[in-house]
T-cell receptor
C-alpha cells in the first residue's frame, strides 16, 4: 500500500520568503508527526496531531512555524519569513493507534529545504 | 531540542565484521527504538524495546534496553553491504498517553569498506 508521501521533495527559497510543506499520511492513520533533521543531526520533534485533539506544538522552534491538519488527513507545515538556520530536511510520520506499547511511526522521505 | 548521545558518530568496517553502537540519555525513557535511514529516505524501524533489561533480536540485529532506562545498544553481526546507512536510537516520552513523540540520537553512520 501507499506510504507517507511528502511534497515537494526539494525546496529552495530566499531568506524572508514563506514556504509550505505538505504531508499525506497513510490512509486511516490517526496520528501525524513533523520532525526536522538538520545536516548531520538526528531528528527533532516539531508538532504532533492526534484525531480531533489539540495538537502538541511543544517542539516548534519559533512562532514563524505553524502547522495544520485538515480533515484529519493531509497536513501542511508553514514556515514564515524563512531564515538560513531553517535549512533542513523536514520529515513527516504517521501512525495508527492500536493501543500497543508502541504504535510504529512510518516516515515519509522528507522535504529538503534550503534557504539562501 | 534534546537529543540523545549516540556513539560512535561513524564507523568504517569490512564486510562480515560485527558492529556495536550505543545510546545514552540523561533522562529515563520507557521505550527505546532503533531506526535505520538510507539516503533520501525516512527512518525505518528496526527494533523496539519496552522493558528495562530486555534483549531483543531481529535477524542479525540485537538490541538491549539498559537496566537504568537511560541507555541502549545495538549490535549487528556479520555485516553485509545493505547494512550501510545511518542508525538512530530514539526514546519515547510516555508522559502523555497516546502522544508518542520521539527524542532521537545524533546517529551513527555505518560505511563498509570494500
Amino acid at each position: 500500500g501507499a506510504g507517507v508521501s511528502q511534497s515537494p521533495s526539494n525546496k529552495v527559497t530566499e531568506k524572508g520568503k514563506d514556504v509550505e510543506l505538505r504531508c499525506d499520511p497513510i490512509s486511516g492513520h490517526t496520528a501525524l508527526y513533523w520532525y526536522r533533521q538538520s545536516l548531520g543531526q538526528g531528528l527533532e520533534f516539531l508538532i504532533y496531531f492526534q484525531g480531533n485533539s489539540a495538537p502538541d506544538k511543544s517542539g516548534l522552534p519559533s512562532d514563524r512555524f505553524s502547522a495544520e491538519r485538515t480533515g484529519g488527513s493531509v497536513s501542511t507545515l508553514t514556515i514564515q519569513r524563512t531564515q538560513q538556520e531553517d535549512s533542513a530536511v523536514y520529515l513527516c510520520a504517521s501512525s495508527l493507534w492500536l493501543g500497543l506499547p508502541y504504535n510504529e511511526q512510518f516516515f515519509g522521505p522528507g522535504t529538503r529545504l534550503t534557504v539562501l | 531540542g534534546q537529543q540523545l548521545n549516540q556513539s560512535p558518530q561513524s564507523m568504517f568496517i569490512q564486510e562480515g565484521e560485527d558492529v556495536s553502537m550505543n545510546c545514552t540519555s540523561s533522562s529515563i525513557f520507557n521505550t527505546w527504538l532503533w531506526y535505520k535511514q538510507d539516503p533520501g529516505e525516512g527512518p525505518v524501524l528496526l527494533i523496539a524495546l519496552y522493558k528495562a533489561g530486555e534483549l531483543t533480536s531481529n535477524g542479525r540485529l540485537t538490541a538491549q534496553f539498559g537496566i537504568t532506562r537511560k541507555d541502549s545498544f545495538l549490535n549487528i553481526s556479520a555485516s553485509i553491504p545493505s547494512d550501510v546507512g545511518i542508525y538512530f536510537c530514539a526514546g519515547r516520552d510516555d508522559q502523555n498517553f497516546g502522544n508518542e513523540k520521539l527524542t532521537f540520537g545524533t546517529g551513527t553512520r555505518l560505511t563498509i569498506i570494500p
